[in-house]
């Protein structure tokens, strides 16, 4: 099982950044694949994630109006949109994948806990 980001760079604020995670090594139509970020001196956090069964995604609020996750099955990865890049987006930002589950709560989804199989993260460095 693995999973490959892609996409990550250096950008001016207020520009735009496709981020791409790519999936091997499993059926991806079980899977949630889940967008993590991790700043300098910061936890990780969750900010998306999308069920590759049916579609469904879930948004951190602090991501919801900027970013936008997709998918593309037949070719097994999950894109993460990103627009009005600000100083503060910039980290490692990680995919992983979990087995499909049904949470106590939906932000539950966006816990790195749950999520087994992780890439190696790709920079993305927003200048003011």
């Known amino acids: 099982v693995q999973v490959v980001e892609s996409g990550g760079g250096l950008v001016q604020s207020g520009g735009s950044l496709r981020l791409s995670c790519a999936a091997s090594?499993?059926?991806?139509?079980?899977?949630?694949i889940g967008w993590f970020r991790q700043a300098p001196g910061k936890e990780r956090e969750g900010v998306s994630c999308i069920s590759n069964s049916d579609g469904s995604t879930y948004y951190a609020d602090s991501v919801k109006a900027r970013f936008t996750i997709s998918r593309d099955n037949v070719k097994k990865t999950v894109y993460l949109q990103i627009t009005d890049l600000k100083p503060e987006d910039t980290a490692v930002y990680f995919c992983?994948?979990?087995?499909?589950?049904?949470?106590?709560?939906?932000?539950?989804?966006?816990?790195?806990?749950?999520?087994?199989?992780w890439g190696q993260g790709t920079q993305v460095t927003v200048s003011s």
């Open positions: 090594g499993f059926t991806v139509d079980h899977y949630r």
């Open positions: 992983a994948a979990a087995l499909e589950w049904s949470p106590d709560e939906y932000s539950d989804y966006l816990i790195p806990g749950h999520y087994d199989y």
